[in-house]
């Protein structure tokens, strides 16, 4: 992946945020049709794109503050399933996602791409060959939906795929704070001042 500038950070999210909301559309869409192996994959995907948005907005806050970026690990991040599975996992358990699931639902990560692929595949489960729609019934899609919306629900409030708020953001001193807390925990090497 070649270098980007702090505006086309600001643009992929904006295009991630985007194609989240209508994947969870089309997630909705299916489920309303009854087609709920689909509905699901849909709304996993989904969550899985909103995983890229914390992973974004990482890489321009170091950006901002003028940290050197590993644009080669900016790219495994954004395209590796298990991180964004597990980003996921985490940001339920730091009480950023309350779903009133089930909490098995929101933690088996090691089960969630497993079930993306059910949700998409024919295979053998059991001892016999099975397809999706034999799989997956409507209270498994809606939950999965529902973990969806209420992610989406989050990064919509923070505003942050409005064009140039990532920047404002930074710029306030909550902003600055954040940059602190990153540096705390060592996302950014730089002394945040």
Do not use: C
Request: zero cysteines; a neutral charge.
């Amino acid at each position: 992946m070649s270098k980007l500038s702090f505006n086309k950070l600001e643009h992929a999210y904006r295009m991630v945020f985007e194609n989240a909301k209508e994947l969870i559309e089309e997630a909705k869409i299916l489920y309303e049709h009854k087609k709920y192996a689909r509905a699901y994959a849909l709304a996993q995907i989904a969550h899985e794109e909103l995983a890229k948005l914390p992973i974004i907005f990482h890489e321009a806050t170091r950006m901002y503050y003028g940290e050197r970026n590993n644009w080669k690990s900016f790219n495994r991040r954004l395209r590796s399933h298990e991180y964004k599975n597990s980003l996921n996992h985490l940001l339920i358990k730091a009480g950023n996602l309350k779903t009133g699931l089930p909490e098995k639902m929101e933690d088996d990560v090691r089960e969630v791409n497993n079930l993306k692929n059910s949700s998409l595949y024919a295979d053998f489960k059991n001892n016999n060959y099975t397809k999706p729609t034999q799989e997956f019934n409507a209270i498994k899609a809606e939950e999965k939906i529902i973990i969806a919306v209420k992610q989406f629900d989050i990064w919509e409030q923070a505003e942050y795929h409005e064009e140039g708020n990532i920047k404002k953001f930074l710029h306030t001193d909550e902003g600055k704070d954040l940059a602190i807390a990153f540096e705390g925990i060592g996302l950014i090497k730089s002394k945040i001042e």
